[in-house]
């Protein structure tokens, strides 16, 4: 989910229930004010483990549905743009719970 706050948002937030996991955060200043803004995807998840960071990234992109749609599509047809993007995205989704979870 793509959001955007005043403060710098803390890359896990615990929530008590949750976790509020902020990435891909970009500082930008406003042109009229020159306040500082930030601009950031963020996802909620119940367990701080690898895959469940990893799933639930995907998942703001990708419909289990449209996985599998896509992995068949690869099976019968080959790559094709669309599953480069894809795999694109799982490699940055598994980078970015190594970040979170400080396995780099």
């Not at 930008?28 to 639930?56: C, G, H, P, Q």
């Not at 703001?60 to 749609?69: L, N, R, V």
């Not at 896509?70 to 480069?84: A, D, F, I, K, M």
């Amino acid at each position: 989910m793509k959001n955007t706050a005043f403060k710098k948002p803390q890359a896990v937030k615990d929530c008590k229930t949750h976790f509020e996991l902020s990435y891909n955060i970009d500082e930008t200043k406003e042109d009229e004010t020159e306040r500082t803004m930030y601009n950031f995807d963020f996802v909620k998840v119940v367990n701080l483990d690898y895959e469940t960071i990893v799933s639930a990234i995907i998942r703001q992109k990708y419909s289990i549905d449209k996985e599998f749609a896509l992995n068949n599509n690869y099976q019968t047809e080959g790559t094709s743009q669309e599953w480069e993007s894809y795999q694109a995205d799982r490699v940055m989704a598994k980078t970015i719970a190594k970040q979170i979870l400080g396995k780099n």
